[in-house]
């Protein structure tokens, strides 16, 4: 499976952005999709993970409450909504595809995770 995330771009703080991550190749409905960000000169930060039946998702600190994940299988699509963007949050992020339906333990551990999509890069700034 391929993975190709898009949707970034330009932001003030306090925008929103909404990414996606789609796929070709196969069909999403049997991986949890992770999204990682990677900011200049710094490694890279697991985002947020989610289930392939979208009962689980998980979030690091720093973007619970302002950031949402959801997919639609029937599309191959996985979202990240970004709200309330601050500039901290400028990176690219990346979509991956975990190894079986659920989410690794732990969510951010980029090890667990494969078929690693073209990120996409979100700025954040006035």
């Known amino acids: 499976v391929q993975l190709q995330a898009s949707g970034g771009g330009l932001v003030q703080p306090g925008g929103s952005l909404i990414l996606s991550c789609v796929a070709s190749?196969?069909?999403?409905?049997?991986?949890?999709i992770g999204w990682f960000r990677q900011a200049p000169r710094k490694g890279r930060e697991g985002v947020s993970c989610i289930t392939s039946n979208s009962r689980n998702k998980y979030f690091v600190e720093s973007v619970k409450g302002r950031f949402t994940v959801s997919r639609d299988n029937a599309r191959n699509t996985v979202y990240l909504q970004l709200d309330n963007l601050k500039p901290e949050d400028t990176a690219v992020y990346y979509c991956a595809t975990a190894w079986g339906e659920g989410c690794p333990a732990p969510f951010y551990r980029d090890d667990f995770y494969n078929n690693w999509g073209q990120g996409t890069l979100v700025t954040v700034s006035s």
């Open positions: 190749g196969d069909t999403l409905d049997g991986y949890g």
